[in-house]
């Protein structure tokens, strides 16, 4: 099953111009998660990871999945965000 196809299943709304290699719309897609979907984070809590132009974003990302309880092989390396 194709990423913009589970995208559209969950409603969004760059589903059909989403580029999984690409950095800046993997960013805006965390975002949109987390305030849609996910909603872990209080929303006055979600100005780290929405400030995807951040040069401290990977930082943001890797405190994210922590505060999510992601396995740390997913973030033990940063090389996913570079």
């Known amino acids: 099953m194709s ?11 760059k589903a059909d111009q989403f580029d999984i290699t690409n950095r ?3 960013r805006v897609l965390i975002a949109w998660l ?3 979907k996910i909603r872990k984070l209080e ?5 780290p990871i929405r ?5 401290t974003w990977n ?11 992601a396995p740390e ?3 033990a390396d940063k ?3 570079k």
């Open 3 to 13: 990423v913009q196809l589970k995208l559209r299943a969950l409603g969004y709304p």
């Open 24 to 26: 800046d719309m993997s």
């Open 34 to 36: 987390e305030d849609e």
């Open 43 to 47: 929303p006055t809590e979600r100005g």
């Open 51 to 55: 400030a995807v132009n951040s040069n």
């Open 59 to 69: 930082d943001a990302l890797v405190e994210y999945l922590k505060q999510l309880e």
């Open 73 to 75: 092989f997913y973030y």
């Open 79 to 81: 090389t996913f965000a």
